[in-house]
């Protein structure tokens, strides 16, 4: 079967999935069934909905918590986990100028997925993460908080996005490909963020997600039913490493602890040191094991014992005795040529295989008589071992260490072939050359630990330990990290107890306040431009009267003037003439003709001098001056007990208009708004909209966003981009002459954690990553 033929047959499989017979039950999430919604829920009532076949809810108020339990979010991560292609699917009425999230499938900071709709701004936002592990947020500029019923479907299939809203294809995109390897402990909420932010008002009905990428079909069975292409003609298959959360771990307790016993230092008491049950008083001294050990201020205090050297006499040498710590001179007795001291045996076999059994005493060899027989063996032949310390073989793996030894402090007995040895435990060293007796090392002291900076290393019983200085907090067994009160704002980090760097364009204690670099004179722009601050940064934006010719330059010299008489984009009435001038235009009068002065807007005629508000922007007046329309926004004037607050949120005093901060921390009154993950945060009449922060665009194949920065810039090697513009019709060859396509990645031959990738044309040098 040829590749058109084959490309048919999917076709026709992936349209017979929605259609003809329904959905596969194995690819539909039917979010209301899988919550039992109506079971239980404060703030969410069944209603009357767009159509009698199923069940609708209206989500009203904001002290609701509708999330899954563990065992469906669990189940819904395993049907979406790995996949590329979805749809997510909802029929809703949302409340007028309501900003809320439909539904929302996240793990701590970082959505996978999430579908919301903003009624303060007329945009549905689609928030998921990407492959580069980045937080990825597409804005689609429409309005669904209209009080009015929309069918809503975002299809998903790789890096392409179709936005469908009453069964009209609104919008089609490429983007950068959802990353939906989900770890399972992620959280499922309807209607909302979490349980403090995003709540959507409204009415919702038939909310789904399909594993399928022309779900829409399912709500919209009149559309063109055309098969997807972008996932099956790229044919990725991406190993992703999971992502770890490490938990930080707090230490304050021990802190708290420390100053404490710091404390006792002043009382007058007499300390005293326990030791194997015994108890010493201050100043008293005794040896232990090969350690002399005094009791000072309550704190044993040992160091080794120094052995000098035995001036043995003839006939003696030094050896080790049961419950000494230093050689002693022992007499010695000559068996076969070779020297035994006092205790020590030796068997001997004669001719007849027969065995006899020496032992050394008073200086010379005696025999010693078994008044047992050998036990009998239970291993073959060839697995038993003569000793030459007795008389009796045993078997091989013989366990010397359960008969009695000589390992004393901190040694460990190990079992060799025909014997036993003494070696010391993990983090001690010998005191002598037979490991029997051991110190510990002091891993602090002599700089042989592993902590890093903001901590304090401790030494312990054959380890460490490694402290959080005050103000610091645990990250992992061996380093901290900086806490500071009431937390760094606008994407700061904490550096140090209580200490914010601030990210680039943000000042004060918490990176709370915006520098404003176009006031502070950082900043001179074109004339043709005019400097605007943003939250973190500022761009130079073209004049009334001039656009960008497209080369958009940093400081506006690109602004080139609009010539409004020949775009229309002017408001002469008829009896005047159009002039075009740098940065605007003149309505002129011909000669020997009295004009009004009046203006043209929205067609309508508007006589010179009359004021009016905008039908479409309330807050928006407008003013016709001699054949030209000037509008503004309405000045607010907190002071005046009738301000309109829909126009002037900043003047709007009551409590229920306030907002909480993500951090739980900080509340922002109404109209303030804040930068939060490089997102533009605001609050209106009680209710949190967040959007991407607007950045210049960036005019360049190969991109980067700076660490502690939002916005991307442009680089030159493709190697360093986080992004870049992939051209599918360029290729890179890997080290076995195989064709990858640009964007694709693949485990490097041979090996399990290199990862490479193509990049427009480059083969990336390769990266390695664990493999769990």
């Keep these: 079967m040829g590749l058109f033929q084959r490309f048919l047959v999917l076709c026709m499989f992936c349209i017979s999935s929605v259609v003809g017979f329904g959905?596969?039950?194995?690819?539909?999430?039917?979010?209301?069934?899988?919550?039992?919604?109506g079971e239980g829920f404060d703030g969410v009532t069944q209603v009357q909905g767009f159509h009698g076949e199923s069940r609708a809810f209206h989500f009203q108020g904001t002290s609701r918590e509708v999330k899954a339990p563990a065992e469906v979010s669990k189940r819904t991560v395993q049907k979406l986990k790995g996949k590329n292609e979805f749809t997510v699917l909802a029929t809703l009425k949302q409340d007028h100028l309501n900003s809320g999230v439909i539904l929302s499938i996240h793990h701590s900071e970082h959505r996978f997925l999430e579908l919301e709709s903003s009624g303060q701004r007329s945009e549905v936002r689609l928030h998921y993460r990407t492959r580069s592990h980045q937080d990825h947020t597409e804005v689609f500029p429409y309005s669904l908080a209209d009080d009015q019923w929309h069918k809503v479907s975002i299809a998903v299939s790789a890096s392409h996005v179709i936005l469908h809203v009453d069964c009209n294809r609104i919008y089609e995109r490429v983007v950068e490909a959802p990353y939906m390897d989900i770890p399972e402990d992620t959280s499922f909420w309807l209607g909302q963020r979490n349980a403090a932010h995003g709540f959507f008002k409204g009415v919702m009905q038939d909310v789904e997600i399909l594993v399928m990428p022309q779900g829409y079909i399912s709500q919209c069975p009149d559309l063109n039913r055309t098969c997807p292409t972008c996932n099956d003609f790229h044919g990725l298959v991406q190993k992703i490493m999971e992502l770890q959360d490490i938990l930080a771990k707090t230490s304050s307790k021990l802190s708290r602890a420390e100053e404490k016993m710091n404390g006792l230092d002043g009382c007058y008491c007499e300390r005293t040191c326990s030791v194997k049950g015994v108890v010493y008083?201050?100043?008293?001294?005794?040896?232990?094991?090969?350690?002399?050990?005094?009791?000072?201020?309550?704190?044993?205090?040992?160091?080794?014992?120094?052995?000098?050297?035995?001036?043995?006499?003839?006939?003696?040498?030094p050896a080790y005795v049961k419950g000494a710590c230093c050689k002693e001179c022992l007499s010695v007795c000559l068996f076969g040529g070779r020297e035994l001291v006092e205790g020590d045996q030796r068997a001997v076999r004669d001719s007849s295989g027969r065995c006899l059994l020496f032992e050394c005493r008073d200086r010379s060899m005696h025999r010693v008589v078994q008044s047992e027989p050998c036990p009998e063996l239970n291993c073959p032949e060839s697995e038993q071992v003569a000793l030459n310390s007795r008389c009796c073989k045993v078997c091989r793996g013989h366990d010397f260490c359960s008969e009695g030894h000589g390992c004393v402090e901190h040694s460990d007995c190990v079992n060799l072939e025909a014997g036993d040895c003494c070696v010391c435990k993990d983090g001690f060293r010998p005191l002598r050359d037979d490991n029997a007796y051991c110190e510990d090392i002091d891993e602090c002291a002599e700089g042989k630990h592993y902590c890093r900076e903001n901590t304090m290393c401790v030494n312990t019983p054959g380890s460490f330990m490694c402290i959080c200085h005050t103000g610091y907090i645990r990250i992992d067994d061996y380093s901290c990290t900086a806490m500071c009160d009431g937390l760094c704002q606008n994407g700061g980090t904490c550096v140090s107890p209580n200490n914010c760097a601030c990210q680039q364009g943000f000042t004060g204690e918490r990176c709370e306040t915006d520098i404003d670099e176009c006031v502070d004179g950082f900043v001179e722009c074109d004339s043709k431009s005019t400097c605007v601050n943003l939250p973190g940064w500022y761009h130079c934006e073209c004049r009334d009267g001039y656009h960008d010719n497209g080369l958009f330059s940093a400081n506006g010299e690109s602004c080139v003037d609009i010539n409004e008489c020949k775009t229309g984009r002017n408001t002469c009435a008829n009896d005047t003439v159009c002039f075009?001038?740098?940065?605007?235009?003149?309505?002129?009068?011909?000669?020997?003709?009295?004009?009004?002065?009046?203006?043209?807007?929205?067609?309508?005629?508007?006589?010179?001098?009359?004021?009016?508000?905008?039908?479409?922007?309330?807050?928006?007046?407008?003013?016709?001056?001699?054949?030209?329309?000037?509008?503004?926004?309405?000045?607010?004037?907190?002071?005046?007990?009738?301000?309109?607050?829909?126009?002037?949120?900043?003047?709007?005093?009551?409590?229920?208009?306030?907002?909480?901060?993500?951090?739980?921390?900080?509340?922002?009154?109404?109209?303030?708004?804040?930068?939060?993950?490089?997102?533009?945060?605001?609050?209106?009449?009680?209710?949190?909209?967040?959007?991407?922060?607007?950045?210049?665009?960036?005019?360049?194949?190969?991109?980067?966003?700076?660490?502690?920065?939002?916005?991307?810039?442009?680089?030159?090697?493709?190697?360093?981009?986080?992004?870049?513009?992939?051209?599918?019709?360029?290729?890179?060859?890997?080290?076995?002459?195989?064709?990858?396509?640009?964007?694709?990645?693949?485990?490097?031959?041979?090996?399990?954690?290199?990862?490479?990738?193509?990049?427009?044309?480059?083969?990336?040098?390769?990266?390695?990553?664990?493999?769990?």
Aim: net charge negative; aromatic share 6%.
């Design 580 to 772: 075009n001038l740098e940065g605007g235009y003149d309505c002129r009068c011909p000669h020997g003709h009295n004009c009004t002065g009046d203006c043209i807007h929205d067609n309508k005629v508007k006589h010179s001098g009359q004021i009016w508000v905008l039908d479409s922007d309330r807050c928006s007046v407008c003013s016709c001056q001699a054949g030209q329309v000037m509008c503004r926004r309405m000045v607010c004037d907190c002071d005046n007990p009738n301000a309109d607050l829909f126009c002037c949120p900043e003047c709007d005093p009551r409590l229920s208009s306030q907002c909480l901060h993500q951090n739980g921390l900080l509340t922002f009154g109404s109209g303030d708004t804040w930068v939060e993950n490089c997102q533009q945060c605001q609050c209106l009449q009680g209710q949190v909209d967040c959007w991407p922060l607007p950045c210049p665009p960036v005019d360049c194949e190969f991109t980067v966003v700076p660490e502690g920065e939002c916005c991307p810039r442009c680089v030159t090697d493709p190697c360093q981009a986080d992004t870049i513009r992939n051209d599918i019709t360029k290729t890179c060859t890997d080290e076995h002459n195989i064709s990858r396509f640009s964007g694709s990645s693949w485990i490097k031959h041979g090996t399990e954690c290199t990862l490479c990738q193509c990049k427009v044309g480059y083969w990336q040098q390769p990266q390695h990553h664990n493999r769990k």
């Design 281 to 317: 008083r201050e100043d008293e001294g005794w040896t232990d094991g090969c350690r002399n050990c005094t009791c000072t201020n309550g704190t044993v205090q040992c160091d080794a014992v120094s052995c000098p050297p035995p001036q043995c006499p003839a006939g003696t040498a």
């Design 23 to 37: 959905v596969d039950p194995a690819l539909r999430i039917s979010v209301f069934d899988e919550l039992t919604l």
